[in-house]
């Protein structure tokens, strides 16, 4: 039976991997992030292969009133969202805890936590309307072990840790699966936003090894969100196979 899947951060990655890997079963998607064109030309592109139906909603996960008014207002069809992919993310910089920019930690705790949050409340109700749903959130290794100058968003990543178990006991009686699936080193866009745009650091972080591809986290989380009604993964750490904790990488040298 065809589903309605909604992404957050659809536009690369992780999440865009996502709205592929659930379009080519048949779903159809809500894809949501901040660059409209290339949302719009994700859509085309999907019901162009796919043939399913694609809303893009543009809207920046940090600003309540956006999430409230671009998800409040869902054509009739488009309001029982059986799966909430949580995915919208980003890291800035690494530092010290005392080296960090402030502005930076906002932005991170903004986007990560309260981004999360934001469209977490504007979803529950429709889901609980139903009866039913699905929210998987997209953590990290980050949120497992804490790395050195990793500090704030290691911090924000554990509490999409803490907030999955708590929307887990939160919604229990209300038929509502959450799951976490955690990823160790994936090249997307990841750590050239990390990084500011500087290709050369972003490229160190992969050098020598295979790192996960945006497919190969989308694989997993469709793994989770096609279990049976009475089965959940509550938490999955998907990690490289050269990757054995978050700074522990076997590299091959030239
Ligand atoms: P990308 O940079 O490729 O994608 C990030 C996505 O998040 C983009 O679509 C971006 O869309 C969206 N996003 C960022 N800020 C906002 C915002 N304020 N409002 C709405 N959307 C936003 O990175 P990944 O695909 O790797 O990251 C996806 C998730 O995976 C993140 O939560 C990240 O923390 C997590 N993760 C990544 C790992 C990695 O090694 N890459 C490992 C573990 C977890 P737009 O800019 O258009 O708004
Ligand atoms: C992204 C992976 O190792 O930079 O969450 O934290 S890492």
Redesign the pocket.
Known sequence: MSRTVLI??????????CAEKFASSGDQLII?????E??EELSKNIEKESGISVLPL??????KQEVDKALGKLPYHWRKIDVLV??????LGLSGIDGGDPGEWD?MI???IK?LLYVSRAVIPLMKEYGRGHIIN??????VETYPEGNV?CA??HA?ASLSKAMRIDLLHHGIKVSQV????????????RFHGDREKAAE?YRGFR??S?VD?AEAVYFVANLPDHVNVNDMLLMPTAQASAKLIHREEP
């Open positions: 957050t951060g659809a536009s690369s990655g992780i999440g865009k991997a949501c992030g901040r660059r409209k290339r949302l543009c809207f920046d996960v940090r600003k949580n995915n919208a993310g980003l890291a932005q903004d986007t990560n981004g997209i953590g990290s290794i980050a949120g968003y924000t990543k999409v955690c990823p160790g080193a994936t090249e997307t866009e990841f750590s050239l936003v972080v790192p996960l945006g986290v």
